[in-house]
């Protein structure tokens, strides 16, 4: 019989790869707040959609409290991982990407109590060491320029964390999901013009280039909620350990298509510890 947990997760992984790729294009003509903003607000759309299929059910408190306590950690991630994107190869960004399903994988291990074999925990630590070794520049110095990244994939894990017992209260994903992106577009929107963050202006284009970039965000941000609501499928069927396992494997179509696209270099180390966090995903899926 078809497991629909694991199709969602790997549903996670092909819309992640991609939106990867598309964030490092888009973010160097758009702006990372303004472009942050356009894919929260479209990333609705989809979600949307799925509750005029699926209906609504009763809101109660305590989903609601969790949904809104869950946005504060959606909206950090978003700030702190566009922070990366626009300075760092999207190969590096998109590997130390492990962190958030590894940390996931963790939670659904010890709190969950989802069985957990030595294959596994050897994967497990594999991904934080692999991790580990992406953030070591040539000269073996830490590049601080991606500790934003791994702060982004540690504040998503807190936020799905957080989600998934608002999924459990609620007894569907849809409505959390929604309800905690919209509050992490107000969150993201004070933040940006409060601190002035928000970019001046977007780049001269011509029209044909405009409308086409205007594509690409609507993919972007159609593509990001999909990763939401699939991943949130795969919490509402109970495999968190195990999904978030297959979702650490999104680095390794990230880096193909950053590696055809943007020419993205690996230092040799890197390429080790990219390697090493691969193998631990890979690992975690096949145990």
């Known amino acids: 019989m078809l497991n629909y947990g694991l199709v969602y997760a790997f549903l996670v992984l092909a ?3 991609i939106d990867g790729i598309l964030a490092k294009y888009i973010i160097k003509r758009l702006g990372k707040h303004r472009y942050a903003l356009m894919v929260l607000g479209i990333g ?7 509750v005029a299929f699926a209906g ?16 504060t950690f959606l909206a950090a991630g978003y700030i702190l991982y566009y922070k990366g994107v626009e300075t760092q190869q999207i190969t590096n960004i998109s590997a130390l990407g492990v962190v ?14 989802e069985g957990m074999n030595s294959l596994e925990i050897a994967g497990g630590a594999a991904i934080f060491i692999g991790a580990a070794l992406l953030l070591l520049t040539e000269k073996m110095e830490v590049n601080f320029m991606l500790v934003p990244i791994i702060l982004a994939n540690a504040s998503w894990a807190v936020y799905w964390i957080i989600m998934s017992y608002a999924i459990a209260s ?12 919209a509050f992490a577009f107000v969150l993201i929107l ?3 013009f409060a601190f002035g963050k928000m970019e001046d202006g977007i780049k001269n284009m011509s029209s044909a280039a405009g409308f086409a970039l205007l594509l690409l965000v609507v993919a972007s941000g159609v593509f990001d909620g999909l990763v939401n609501i699939f991943f949130g499928a795969v919490i509402n069927v109970g495999l968190v350990a195990i999904g978030s396992a297959i979702v650490a494997g999104t680095p390794i179509l990230t880096a193909v298509l950053g590696r ?4 993205d270099k690996l230092t040799t180390l ?5 390697l090493i966090a691969v193998l631990g995903s890979v690992a975690i899926a096949v145990s």
Do not use: D, E, N
Request: aromatic share 14%; no cysteine; glycine share 16%.
């Open 44 to 50: 609705i759309l989809p979600m949307l959609a799925y």
């Open 100 to 113: 958030q399903p590894a940390i996931i994988f963790i939670f659904g291990i010890l709190v969950l109590g």
């Open 15 to 17: 819309f992640g790869g």
């Open 270 to 274: 890197q390429k080790i510890g990219f």
């Open 170 to 181: 609620y007894g569907a994903f849809s409505m959390p999901l929604i309800i905690a992106r």
């Open 260 to 263: 055809l696209a943007f020419r």
């Open 190 to 192: 004070a933040y940006s």
């Open 56 to 71: 609504i059910a009763g809101l109660g408190l305590g989903m609601l409290l969790l949904s809104l306590g869950s946005s």
